[in-house]
């Protein structure tokens, strides 16, 4: 009886946790081309601390875009579909490289300033 007890309590944790098991977080590097897999037939959604100011697609024709709020939804045209884009923000440049796998995918990827754990203090001279 115990173990039935235990594993309704745990079952649900481990069905949220898969349900985010394809969402990871990306730095905006200007010096690195980030990869997006992304699962043919799905969406994948990217997400930025804030909208992005532009948004250069390689390939129009190669991933449907949309542009909501301070994401970007993603889709492949087709199940071969790779190109390349370019988002501006905080007057940076963030560099990705899309692709389609079937295998390996994302459905949540957050991007994130990789300077913003640092601490900034103020020198007075």
Known sequence: ???IILALLVLPLAISSMAFANSRVV???ESKV??????PNY????N???KPDN???GSTKQFGVEYLKS???LTALSSNANTNMFVYLFGRRCAFLLTTSSGRYDSIVKVRDPDENKIKVKIND
């Open 1 to 3: 009886m115990t173990r």
């Open 27 to 29: 730095k905006c590097d």
């Open 34 to 39: 980030a990869t997006i897999y992304i699962r």
């Open 43 to 46: 969406g994948t959604v990217i």
């Open 48 to 50: 930025f601390p804030i």
């Open 55 to 57: 948004v250069l697609l």
């Open 71 to 73: 994401d970007i939804a």
